[in-house]
């Protein structure tokens, strides 16, 4: 695209993001139920990878229910969550605070223990996940005290939108890094120490490590392992419930040990540890979890080449 065609992209997601951040908070998130309802109408590839999945989810959990009915739930959730994300995105702290809820951040105030690095420099890497409205993490690293709060992101290929996203991101107060081309910016804001990063670990876009998750072997992100270990963070996880129209509660939980008997833990274990914590919260509340994601790559249109035809 050159560059006028991104400025106009730019220029059309800045003018819908100010109508959006015009109205409510609770009629952001009706609206966004109901485009999600139309996205499950029309969205024919996605709307099938997550009936697909969630079909194969109640035959493995032994759970009643109709895969076609919670697909359209979840559809309708990540409408919600999305559309709202735009609105939270631009509100003051006092205002978000009363749509949101969250526990556990104390445990960022607790004595090094048993299980931790010996090396520990006040890092903390939290694994966090696709479940309710996971750009609200940042909102709430941004009020901890004491941290910088810092996560990674995958720019978007378009040029205007990338832009958008950034701007939109920028107001958490928290320090958003792209993976791609800022990873020397990130290292040296690891080295200096006090750092909160969330790190989105229950997805693989490219590497992992094959590991079983929900019953079925899947490729896994290592890196809330590999951050802990390099840069002698302790570990934690971090997840988002939807509790209502237009409330989230966001839980930090459960310290990860990335040592054991004064030796560290593998990768591969501590990769389990984070696997089954996230296995905890789909079971918690299955549709707060993002089903449309090809997983297990079952659901993908396999491309079938081309048989080439014997030399004459």
Known sequence: MNRLSQWLLYALGRSLVFVIQLFPLTWVAAFGRLAGRLAFVFDKRHRRVAIGQLEWYLKQTRTEGDPESMAKEHYRRLGENYISAIKTAGMSWGRLQKHLEFEGLEMLQS?????????????????????????????????????????????????????????????????????????????????????????????????????????????CSTAPAVFAHRYHCRLGMAICYRIGPAKWKVIFDQEIPTFSQGERRSVESITKDVNRAFERAIHRDPLNWFWVHDRWKRYRKLKKKKPVPPAK
């Open 111 to 219: 004595h090094q223990g048993e299980g931790t690095d010996p090396e520990w420099n006040n890092n903390w890497v939290f694994a966090i996940g696709h479940f309710g409205n996971f750009e609200l993490y940042a909102r709430c690293m941004s009020q901890v005290e004491g941290f910088k709060g810092a996560t990674t992101y995958r720019g978007l290929n378009q040029a205007g939108l990338d832009r958008l996203l950034h701007e939109l991101r920028a107001r958490s107060g928290v320090l958003f890094f792209d993976r791609r081309k800022q990873f020397g910016k990130l290292r040296q804001i690891m080295n200096e120490g006090s750092v909160m990063l969330g790190l989105l670990a229950d997805q693989v876009a490219g590497s992992g490590t094959p590991m079983e998750f929900l019953g079925d072997e899947c490729l």
